[in-house]
Protein backbone atom coordinates (compact mmCIF):
# COMPACT_ATOMS: atom_id res chain seq x y z
CA UNK A 1 0.00 0.00 0.00
CA UNK A 2 1.56 3.83 -1.02
CA UNK A 3 1.23 6.36 1.13
CA UNK A 4 1.53 10.17 0.00
CA UNK A 5 4.31 12.03 1.29
CA UNK A 6 5.02 15.69 1.07
CA UNK A 7 8.27 17.02 1.37
CA UNK A 8 7.83 20.12 1.03
CA UNK A 9 6.24 20.37 -2.48
CA UNK A 10 7.12 17.29 -3.96
CA UNK A 11 4.89 14.36 -3.56
CA UNK A 12 6.38 11.46 -2.63
CA UNK A 13 4.68 7.65 -2.98
CA UNK A 14 5.67 5.72 -0.17
CA UNK A 15 5.44 2.56 0.49
CA UNK A 16 6.93 0.60 4.12
CA UNK A 17 5.33 3.72 5.47
CA UNK A 18 5.93 3.75 9.04
CA UNK A 19 5.13 6.82 11.98
CA UNK A 20 6.59 6.60 14.89
CA UNK A 21 6.42 9.08 18.46
CA UNK A 22 10.27 9.22 19.83
CA UNK A 23 11.52 10.49 22.96
CA UNK A 24 13.34 13.78 22.51
CA UNK A 25 16.60 12.82 24.66
CA UNK A 26 16.62 14.46 28.09
CA UNK A 27 12.91 15.42 28.39
CA UNK A 28 9.55 13.99 28.54
CA UNK A 29 8.77 15.31 24.87
CA UNK A 30 8.01 12.78 22.08
CA UNK A 31 8.43 14.17 18.52
CA UNK A 32 7.50 13.00 15.10
CA UNK A 33 9.52 10.22 13.11
CA UNK A 34 8.31 8.70 9.67
CA UNK A 35 10.33 6.30 7.85
CA UNK A 36 9.46 4.97 4.26
CA UNK A 37 10.87 3.61 1.01
CA UNK A 38 10.57 5.00 -2.48
CA UNK A 39 11.47 4.57 -6.37
CA UNK A 40 13.45 7.07 -8.67
CA UNK A 41 14.32 6.93 -11.96
CA UNK A 42 17.19 8.48 -13.26
CA UNK A 43 14.86 11.36 -15.06
CA UNK A 44 13.51 12.23 -11.45
CA UNK A 45 16.75 12.15 -10.06
CA UNK A 46 18.09 15.46 -9.94
CA UNK A 47 14.85 16.97 -8.33
CA UNK A 48 15.36 14.65 -5.51
CA UNK A 49 18.62 14.66 -4.99
CA UNK A 50 18.68 18.69 -4.69
CA UNK A 51 15.74 18.92 -2.79
CA UNK A 52 17.08 15.84 0.22
CA UNK A 53 20.60 18.09 0.21
CA UNK A 54 18.75 20.66 1.47
CA UNK A 55 17.67 18.30 4.98
CA UNK A 56 15.40 21.36 5.92
CA UNK A 57 11.88 19.82 5.10
CA UNK A 58 8.54 21.02 5.71
CA UNK A 59 6.77 17.47 5.82
CA UNK A 60 2.91 16.69 5.28
CA UNK A 61 0.89 13.54 5.40
CA UNK A 62 -2.42 14.17 4.49
CA UNK A 63 -3.65 10.84 5.27
CA UNK A 64 -2.18 10.86 8.68
CA UNK A 65 -3.16 14.63 9.16
CA UNK A 66 0.70 15.00 10.14
CA UNK A 67 2.72 17.82 9.52
CA UNK A 68 6.13 19.15 10.93
CA UNK A 69 9.34 20.49 10.14
CA UNK A 70 11.88 17.90 9.76
CA UNK A 71 15.22 16.63 9.03
CA UNK A 72 17.01 13.52 7.77
CA UNK A 73 17.62 10.88 10.71
CA UNK A 74 18.66 8.39 8.00
CA UNK A 75 18.91 8.02 4.26
CA UNK A 76 19.79 5.09 2.13
CA UNK A 77 19.68 4.24 -1.82
CA UNK A 78 20.85 0.88 -3.41
CA UNK A 79 22.12 2.93 -6.42
CA UNK A 80 24.70 5.15 -7.40
CA UNK A 81 24.27 5.43 -11.21
CA UNK A 82 20.93 7.08 -11.55
CA UNK A 83 22.56 9.65 -13.66
CA UNK A 84 22.62 6.89 -16.29
CA UNK A 85 19.21 6.89 -18.26
CA UNK A 86 16.59 4.45 -17.80
CA UNK A 87 18.02 3.76 -14.42
CA UNK A 88 15.63 3.11 -11.02
CA UNK A 89 16.73 3.21 -7.58
CA UNK A 90 15.32 1.90 -4.39
CA UNK A 91 15.25 4.84 -1.53
CA UNK A 92 15.13 4.58 1.76
CA UNK A 93 14.07 7.94 4.24
CA UNK A 94 13.72 8.31 8.12
CA UNK A 95 12.66 12.52 8.67
CA UNK A 96 12.45 13.25 12.24
CA UNK A 97 10.73 15.99 13.69
CA UNK A 98 12.81 19.11 14.21
CA UNK A 99 12.79 20.93 17.42
CA UNK A 100 13.98 24.40 18.63
Known amino acids: ????????????????????QVQLAGTENKINKISFSFKVNSEE???VAVLLYKNDFE????????EFPA????YATDRTDLYQEGQIADYYLELIEKTN
Do not use: G
Open 59 to 66: VRVPDLNL
Open 71 to 74: TIHN
Open 45 to 47: YHD
Open 1 to 20: METAVWIDDKQIEATDFKNE
